[in-house]
C-alpha cells in the first residue's frame, strides 16, 4: 500500500522562505524590501533545477524582464542550493527568469541567497513560486494548489495561511480542475474568465456551453443564466403503494423473524426482501433462526 505523504505545517522553514520568494523584479513598494543577498556568484556557476515544474517562459515578460535587469541590476536575490550535480556550483530554487533574463542582459555575476534544501522542498518551492507568480492563470494555478495537497500532503487551510490566500479562494480554484480538459485549456488560452469557468463546473455538458459563451461573449452572469437553464429537471417519481397482500407477508414475517421485514415487489415478479436489525444482539438471533 502506498505511504500516505505526512501531513506537515507550512508554518516553519516554508513559511520563512516563502518570505525569500518575492518576485517582484522592480522593488516596488506594495511590497516588501527584498532580503539582502548571501554573496554574488558567477553567472556561470548557477544552474536551472531539472524539475523545475515550469516549462515555458514567455517571451514578452523576459524581453521586459532583461530591459529591467539591464537598468537596475537584479534586485531581488535568486533562492539557490549547493548543485548536487556540479560540486562547487548552485542549482536554482527559485528565480529561473531572473537568472534567464540575467544572462541576456549580460551580467557576469548575480546575487543569491544560499539555503540548504532536500530535493522535495525544491520542488515544493518551485510549485509555490510558480503560484505566486501575477501572471499565472487560473487552471495552472488550481493545478499547483493540487500537487502540494497531493504531493506534500498539505490541507487548504495550511495553504490560505502560508500563501496569503483565502481559503474559499484555493476552494474556488480547486473546482475548476473538475472541468473537462478541453475546458480548462480555454482558460489556460484566456478565451474564458475563472469565473466563467466556475458557472460551468456544475453543468452536463461544460465543453458545448463554453462554446456558446466564447461565441456570443456572454458575461459571467449570463454563463451562469445558461449553466443553469441546461440543467435538466429530474422527475420525481412516486413508488406505487404496496398491494395488501404484500403488506400482509412483510408483518407476518416481521413476527416471526422478530426484525422489521420490507418487501420489494416489481412488476416483473423479481424484488428484493430487506431485514433490518436494531443491534448486533438481535442480528445474531436473526442468524441463528435462519441457520435452524
Given at each position: 500500500m ?6 506537515k505545517n507550512?508554518g516553519?522553514?516554508?513559511?520563512a522562505l516563502?518570505a525569500?520568494?518575492n518576485?517582484d523584479?522592480?522593488g516596488a513598494?506594495t511590497?516588501?524590501a527584498?532580503?539582502?543577498a ?14 523545475q ?13 532583461t ?5 537596475k541590476?537584479?534586485i531581488?536575490p ?5 548543485d548536487?550535480?556540479?560540486p562547487g556550483d548552485?542549482?536554482?530554487v527559485?528565480?529561473?527568469?531572473r ?9 557576469h555575476s548575480?546575487?543569491v541567497?544560499?539555503?540548504d534544501?532536500s530535493?522535495?522542498?525544491v ?6 513560486e ?9 487552471a495552472?494555478?488550481a493545478?499547483g ?18 500563501l496569503?490566500?483565502?481559503r474559499?479562494h484555493?476552494?474556488n ?5 473538475n ?6 485549456e480555454?482558460l489556460?488560452?484566456?478565451k ?6 466556475r458557472?460551468?463546473?456544475p453543468?452536463d455538458?461544460?465543453?458545448?456551453l ?15 443564466a445558461?449553466?443553469k437553464?441546461q ?9 406505487p ?5 404484500t ?9 416471526h ?10 412488476p ?5 426482501l430487506?431485514?433490518?436489525y436494531k443491534?448486533?444482539?438481535q442480528?445474531?438471533?436473526l442468524c441463528r433462526l435462519?441457520?435452524?
Open positions: 502506498a505511504k500516505k505523504p505526512e501531513r507550512l516553519r522553514g516554508l513559511s516563502l525569500d520568494v518576485l523584479n522592480t513598494s511590497t516588501p527584498p532580503p539582502a548571501d554573496s554574488e556568484v558567477p553567472i556561470e556557476k548557477v544552474h536551472a533545477n531539472p524539475d515544474p515550469r516549462r515555458t517562459f514567455a517571451e514578452a515578460d523576459l524581453a521586459d524582464l530591459a529591467s535587469i539591464a537598468e541590476g537584479v531581488q535568486l533562492i539557490v542550493r549547493p548536487p550535480a556540479h548552485y542549482q536554482i527559485a528565480g529561473e527568469r537568472w534567464r533574463a540575467a544572462q541576456r542582459a549580460q551580467l548575480i546575487p541567497l544560499v539555503r534544501l530535493d522535495t522542498e520542488l515544493e518551492l518551485a510549485i509555490i510558480n503560484i505566486q507568480r501575477a501572471d499565472l492563470n487560473a495552472e494555478e493545478a494548489y493540487r500537487q502540494l495537497m497531493d504531493r506534500f500532503g498539505h490541507t487548504q487551510e495550511k495553504l490560505a495561511e502560508a496569503g490566500k483565502s474559499s484555493i476552494a480554484l480547486l473546482r475548476l480542475l472541468l473537462p480538459e478541453p475546458v480548462l480555454l489556460r488560452q484566456g474564458l474568465s475563472a469565473g466563467h469557468a458557472a460551468l463546473v453543468a455538458d461544460p465543453l458545448a463554453a462554446r456558446i459563451v466564447i461565441a456570443k461573449g456572454l458575461s459571467v452572469r449570463q454563463t451562469e445558461l449553466a437553464s440543467k435538466p429537471v429530474k422527475k420525481r417519481t412516486l413508488k403503494a404496496k398491494d395488501a397482500d403488506r400482509a407477508i412483510e408483518s407476518d414475517l416481521t413476527a423473524l422478530g426484525v422489521k421485514v420490507s418487501i420489494d415487489h416489481k416483473g415478479g423479481n424484488g428484493e430487506r431485514l433490518k443491534d448486533l444482539e442480528l445474531d438471533g435462519l441457520s435452524q
